[in-house]
């Protein structure tokens, strides 16, 4: 019936009458039931309180309540805090943790009046690139069952391609919003680093992590913006900046728009027919009156290797707090304090995540700070400095997102090759700069994404640039038919 | 740039993690090679460069020193694997 309408498009059948808030959530939590369990794309489906939530955004369109998303059904990745509904990072350390109050994303979207239908699967503390990291299974491709989604973000990326929620929310530190919407055909945008609240968002590598929209179009991501951006009080990387319509400049032309195209993320390991699809892309721009202009990018290869000690060593600190302590997991029978710690910690964790923490850690020891984090923040500059010297030249930076399409599950079980898979999008969380993933084409039967940056805080002119491209293709607006193809292996 | 078991065993205990002696070795190749990726910096000179720890270069935020938290002990320690009394219950430590 109303399946894979964008928010813009419902916000206007909620006030026409065409449907109401409960009807919809209704549908949207019967297409939970009927699929769900061929993705795994949500950990938990809260009903009742959905249908409370609608119930009462009727009353309020009823009432003439203007904002869009007012009614509309959303999903959560499970890293944001929800008050009396579990939180579990994807992980077995916070499986049975009901956190005692909300993340800030999440009370502006119960204050605008959407509709949460539950919370999405996602890789362990968003660490991963294919959602395979997940103590709760992996999400699988919309597009291909036998694929991934994508990660970290993975469980938001594959509820809004197959239509189990209408917008997401999603979280970025090297591409986790990007990635798994470039991988499952959607519309993902994180936005520059402070631009929304983290509290109440559990933290991976706090000077990189970024809460942002996943949806199917750059305009739904507009009206995301909307609600999630601004101060906040409890965040204090939070940027005290005002905060712009996002909609307002949607449907400015782009004459005159300069496109830097980076050499380094059109050379060697990019899949010549992503490649194709997004140069195809590109001339859809020109079409609509920018200039190309080939840019250098000339420390991006050097990106993964600093997001390696950076975000590790941050998410060494980060995670020393699940000690069995105050909540979440704790071992059975310690046998003293010592023993609980690692036993809690060893059993709550998995591989990567104890990876991670182990590398951070040995980056962090004695002795090797100079050589590792402050070698790797010194890189940061040198990656930094080289997009502020492109956008002196350019307006937006574009390129694929990935070097190809989505893998099959259990394709890449070395964790070196794994960390590659964000070579395109790992410089501009260093750089805290805004980048989106939109779609730009199908190569056999899978999603490809285009990826394009922009300066800080220049978040409406990047929305505005993906929306024009979606206004004169229709590659967003693909439905996936959630088969299964045989395994090439 | 490799490190052997005993490193391992090091840093997990810095880190409070157990790794199994049958684990060890798979977890020393794995660390290993991602040190290897991380070392590719080393290559770059980056003297003189002064580091970049917050991407916008901004410093923290202060707010005044005035109580803004109410207390939610009782909701907050609800959700502890162990507390007693207002206390949090862990294994002895004094003997």
Known sequence: MMAAK????????????????VELTRHYLDRINQVNSKLNAYITVCEEQALAQAAAADLRLADGETNPVC???????????????????????????????????????NAAGAVMLGKTNMDEFA??????????????????????????????????????????????????IRQPAAFCGITGFKPSYGRISRWGMIAFASSLDQAGPICKSAEDAAIMMNVMAGLDPKDSTSVDLAVPDYTADLEQALNGLRIGLPRQHFAEGLNPEVEQ????GLKEFEKLGATLV??????????????????????????????????????????DLEDMYKRTRSEGFGDEVKRRILVGTYALSAGFYDAYYRKAQQIRRLIKQDFLDAFQQVDVIIGPTSPHTAFELGAKSDPVAMYLEDIYTIAVNLAGLPGISIPAGFINGMPVGMHMVAGDFEEARLLNVAHQFQRATDWHLQQPELKTTESAA | ???????????????????????????????????????????????????????????????????????????????????????????KVIE
Not at chain 1, 6 to 13: D, F, P, Y
Not at chain 1, 72 to 100: E, W, Y
Not at chain 2, 20 to 35: Q, T
Not at chain 2, 45 to 60: F, R
């Open chain 2, 1 to 91: 740039m490799a490190l052997d078991k005993s490193e391992v065993e090091k840093i997990a205990q810095l880190a409070r993690l157990h790794v199994d002696d049958s684990e060890a070795e798979e977890v020393a190749h794995r660390i290993s090679d991602i040190l290897e990726l991380i070392n590719k910096m080393q290559a770059v000179d980056t003297e003189n460069i002064e580091p970049l720890s917050h991407p916008l270069d901004a410093v923290q935020r202060l707010r005044a020193d005035k109580v803004t938290e109410s207390d939610r002990r009782e909701e907050l320690q609800a959700i502890a694997p162990a507390s007693e009394a207002g206390l949090y219950l862990v294994p």
């Open chain 1, 71 to 109: 009614g509309i059904p959303l999903a959560h990745k499970d890293i944001f805090c929800t008050q009396g509904i579990t939180t579990s990072c994807g992980s077995r350390m916070l499986a049975n943790f009901v956190a005692p109050y909300n993340a800030t994303v999440v009370d502006k979207f």
């Open chain 1, 294 to 335: 080939d840019i250098d990018l000339p420390n991006n290869h050097l990106s993964v290797s600093a997001y390696y000690v950076v975000a590790p060593a941050e998410a060494s600190a980060n995670l020393s707090r699940y000690d069995g302590v105050r909540y979440g997991y704790r071992c059975d029978n310690p046998i």
């Open chain 1, 127 to 176: 660490m991963g690139s294919s959602n395979e990291t997940s103590y709760f299974g992996p999400v699988r491709n919309p597009w291909d069952t036998n694929r991934v989604a994508g990660g970290s973000s993975g469980g938001s990326a594959a509820a809004v391609a197959a239509d189990l929620c209408v917008m997401a929310t999603g979280t970025d530190t090297g591409g986790s």
């Open chain 1, 6 to 21: 964008t928010i813009a498009e419902l916000a206007r059948a909620l006030r026409d009458g065409e449907t109401s808030s």
């Open chain 1, 277 to 280: 699809a997004v140069r195809d």
